[in-house]
Structure formats: structure tokens, C-alpha cells
């Protein structure tokens, strides 16, 4: 199976962007870039030295549903004539209405996030819906766990591997043992939990962390040989919050500005999302105690 790894240029603070050719048929492109003028160039210019055209490809296949890594998504499949595109259900990032926002707003008043934070968070991110474009609900078709999308040569089974978001899905290739796996597993940093509603229960929190960790377990148990992320090289071969919980008790919010007191814009939202991974997780352990008072969570040492 041929597998192509293709770097694209992002407007994000992560960088360049891995997106991953099988150039077999079924013609199949892993992730797309974000829709930018920068990533469509040179995701034309890696397709014509891999000799395959744009209209060529048949499916369309997520990791995930970050502008990043779905944002060329419509164009493509439109381009290519209707390719099928593939994400799981659990993903809404390539929905109308990407952020759920109602849902988020009442999950970040629940950490402790000031109203103006909150605001100023929604206002961030409209402006990066820009870089992708939604999908209706008939267009576009479900990854199955432990389903395998086919080729003329092999396969590449799917593992749902939730996380960094609830609907994130990796794939293997056990002929060789290599997995594609999108932002779940990264060379030099370690994936952001992101706060998000619970697909299953919009009104709870997914237990972003637990389940990452769970996911990393499957990967490892799958023994790869070699794991091409979706961000920096492939790779070959928790952190802890208790200290940060006083008794007298503290928000998420102000944990994840003890944790990240320089961030900014983007990064807050991000910082606020680590730090409710940590918490929620920590609580799940019974390490630290936590109660609902002035309609937001507080959290104190068990």
C-alpha cells in the first residue's frame, strides 16, 4: 500500500498540517488541509508529483473535524466529483454551527470562565470557521470501529480512538503494523483534551482525558512499527494538576491560568480545556472532590 505523507501550511499556531495520500484505488485522502489559498496550492502541487489528479480521488476520510484537518474537505469532494466522504458520527466539527456554541457556553461558565472570556472565545472562533466548510447531514457517510476501508491491495482498519475530539479515529495498516492517526498521537507535543460536549448527553462533559487515555492503550496494544500523526515527523520508536487544587477550592478557569498564565486568545480556550481533562479525570480517581456553587464547578482536594 502506498501511503503518501503531504505537509500543508496552516494560519494556526501548530503549524504545518499531515495529510495522507493512499494511492491506490480506491483513490483515498486522509485529512485535506484548511481552506486556504496556501494549503490548496500545495496539496496540487504533492498530488501532481504523487500523479494523481484531484478528480482522481474517490473518498474523503477524517480523522477529525478540526479547520486543519478538514477544512478543504467540500472543495475536494466537489472538484472530484463527488467522492465519498467519510467521518464518525461523533464528530460535529464538520456540521452547520461547527463550536455547538449554546452547549460550550454553559460547559465554560461551568469551569469558572468569565462572561467577557467566554465572548471573546466565540468571537475568536468565527473567525476561524472560515477555514473550512460545513457538510449537511446526507452528505457525507459514517467510520465504523473496527471497520476496514478497502483497497486494491489491502486494507486499512478504522479504531475509533476519541480524545482530542470525541469522534478522532486512527487507522491500521496490520500487514506492516503502520498506523495514520491523526491528532491522537504527535511527535514532540502531547494532544489538548478539548472541551466538549458529550455526544451521547450534549448536557455533560466528555471525559476528553480518560478516554484518550483509553485510546492510547488500543494503539500501543496494536504494537506499530510506525505512527504518522498529523502534525510534525512520524514516530518510530499528565501532567499533574493536584498540586494547583487548594482546599479552599478553585475553578477550572483558575487552574488553567495557573497552568498557562501566558496564554492568549486561541490558547485560553485550550488552557481551560486541559486543565477540565485533568480535573475531570482527577475526580474520577477520587483525588479531589468537586461541587456545583454559583453555577460553576469547584473543585478541592479529597
Not at 498540517?17 to 488541509?33: F, H, K, Q, R, S
Not at 503494523?177 to 455533560?204: E, F, H, M, Q, Y
Not at 482527577?282 to 456553587?293: K, M, T
Request: with cysteine; aromatic share 6%; hydrophobic share 40%.
Amino acid at each position: 500500500m502506498r501511503i503518501v505523507p503531504i505537509s500543508l501550511p496552516t494560519p494556526f499556531y501548530i503549524g504545518p498540517v499531515n495529510v495522507y495520500l493512499i494511492a491506490e484505488d480506491p483513490i483515498t485522502l486522509i485529512d485535506t488541509g484548511p481552506k486556504t489559498k496556501e494549503a490548496t496550492e500545495a496539496l496540487r502541487e504533492a498530488l501532481i508529483k504523487a500523479r494523481v489528479r484531484v478528480s482522481d480521488i474517490r473518498r474523503i476520510v477524517l480523522t477529525h473535524a478540526h479547520e486543519d484537518h478538514c477544512g478543504l474537505a467540500r472543495a475536494l469532494r466537489d472538484e472530484a466529483k463527488n467522492a465519498e466522504v467519510l467521518v464518525h458520527e461523533w464528530e460535529t466539527g464538520h456540521r452547520v454551527g461547527r463550536l455547538e456554541y449554546e452547549e460550550h457556553r454553559k460547559l465554560l461558565a461551568r469551569a469558572g470562565v468569565p462572561d467577557a472570556e467566554i465572548e471573546g472565545m466565540r468571537k475568536m472562533y468565527e473567525g476561524v470557521r472560515k477555514y473550512a466548510d460545513s457538510f449537511a447531514e446526507n452528505e457525507y457517510g459514517p467510520l465504523w470501529d473496527e471497520s476496514e476501508l478497502q483497497f486494491e491491495t489491502g486494507a486499512l482498519r478504522i479504531i475509533h480512538t476519541p480524545g482530542h475530539t470525541p469522534g478522532s479515529c486512527s487507522f491500521l495498516r496490520e500487514a506492516d503494523r503502520t498506523v495514520i492517526a491523526g491528532d491522537c498521537v504527535l511527535k514532540r507535543i502531547t494532544p489538548n483534551p478539548v472541551l466538549s460536549p458529550d455526544p451521547i448527553d450534549p448536557t455533560k462533559r466528555f471525559p476528553s482525558l480518560a478516554e484518550y487515555l483509553v485510546s492510547l492503550a488500543r494503539l500501543r496494544s496494536c504494537s506499530p512499527t510506525l505512527v504518522h500523526g498529523g502534525h510534525g515527523g512520524p514516530v518510530h520508536d499528565f501532567e499533574e494538576v493536584i498540586k494547583l487544587v487548594p482546599k479552599a477550592g478553585v475553578s477550572a478557569w483558575d487552574v488553567s491560568r495557573a497552568m498557562f498564565p501566558e496564554t492568549d486568545d486561541v490558547h485560553r480556550f485550550l488552557a481551560v480545556s486541559e486543565a477540565v481533562a485533568h480535573l475531570d479525570l482527577a475526580h474520577s480517581e477520587g483525588r479531589i472532590a468537586v461541587e456545583f456553587a454559583g453555577g460553576r464547578e469547584v473543585y478541592r482536594r479529597a
